[in-house]
């Protein structure tokens, strides 16, 4: 079974909806974070968490919210979705460890369509 | 604020042959430097993870270097295949989580 899931892989929607993209992980790390990948754009970070009572905005927080339900569970909402929010969505996790590394390790994505 | 620059862009190579890709950012204030891979459509897989402290790091046929202080990185394929035909992303983390560079897109000919 895959460390990082996230749900759905994919989906369509219109503008003006309500969207949740959800990410569990199975790894036991502390941290984790969602990101957006734009063709020529590269990933940009929306939001991460270094914990479960920690909040931290990205580059690009406007127009998502996030909350984090538990240690594996860190979900991104769109409140109203808008066409410029169509991308690929990451969800990744850390744990800074004995080393300090903080490698990080990415789910496979969902792709978002907003019409 | 910290910049990522890969270049190139694209590369295309005949089987065989070794390469390097390069991967440049701004603030020399980094934890670590982090190298992907990422197949068309799909998520990304981490290759190699070098610390502030290292000069490099292999991994099989992949060789990562970095020097911190003139704010470069190299990934280094040996004997390239077709099946490492994808965009490899480099990523730093400083004070802030992973900052990405835009990718250089790999195409290996048989």
């Known amino acids: 079974d895959a460390d990082v899931t996230q749900t759905p892989r994919n989906r369509i929607t219109k503008t003006g909806k309500r969207i949740m993209l959800e990410c569990s992980q199975t790894?036991?790390?502390?941290?984790m974070y969602w990101y957006r990948q734009d063709p020529g754009l590269g990933l940009q970070l929306i939001y991460y968490?270094?914990?479960?009572?920690?909040?931290n905005k990205g580059e690009i927080s406007d127009g998502y919210s996030v909350s984090r339900q538990a240690q594996a569970k860190f979900s991104l909402s769109l409140e109203s979705a808008i066409p410029n929010q169509t991308a690929l969505y990451f969800c990744?996790?850390?744990?800074?460890?004995?080393?300090?590394?903080?490698?990080?390790?990415f789910g496979p994505g969902t792709r978002l369509t907003v019409l | 604020k910290q910049e990522v620059t890969q270049i190139p862009a694209a590369l295309s190579v005949p089987e065989g042959e070794n390469l390097v890709l390069n991967c440049s950012f701004t603030?020399?204030?980094?934890?670590?430097l982090q190298w992907f891979r990422q197949d068309p459509g799909k998520g990304l897989t981490s290759l190699l993870l070098?610390?502030?402290?290292?000069r490099e790091q292999t991994s099989g046929r992949l060789n990562a270097s970095l020097d911190k202080s003139s704010g470069r990185s190299t990934l280094y394929i040996a004997a390239s295949q077709p099946g490492d035909s994808a965009t490899y992303l480099c990523?730093?983390?400083?004070?802030?989580?992973?900052?990405f560079g835009k990718g250089t897109r790999l195409s290996v000919i048989a």
């Open positions: 990744a996790t850390s744990d800074t460890g004995l080393a300090g590394n903080n490698e990080q390790f």
């Open positions: 790894k036991g790390h502390d941290r």
């Open positions: 968490s270094f914990d479960v009572k920690d909040i």
């Open positions: 603030d020399s204030a980094i934890y670590n």
């Open positions: 070098i610390q502030s402290s290292q």
């Open positions: 990523a730093v983390t400083g004070n802030t989580p992973l900052v």
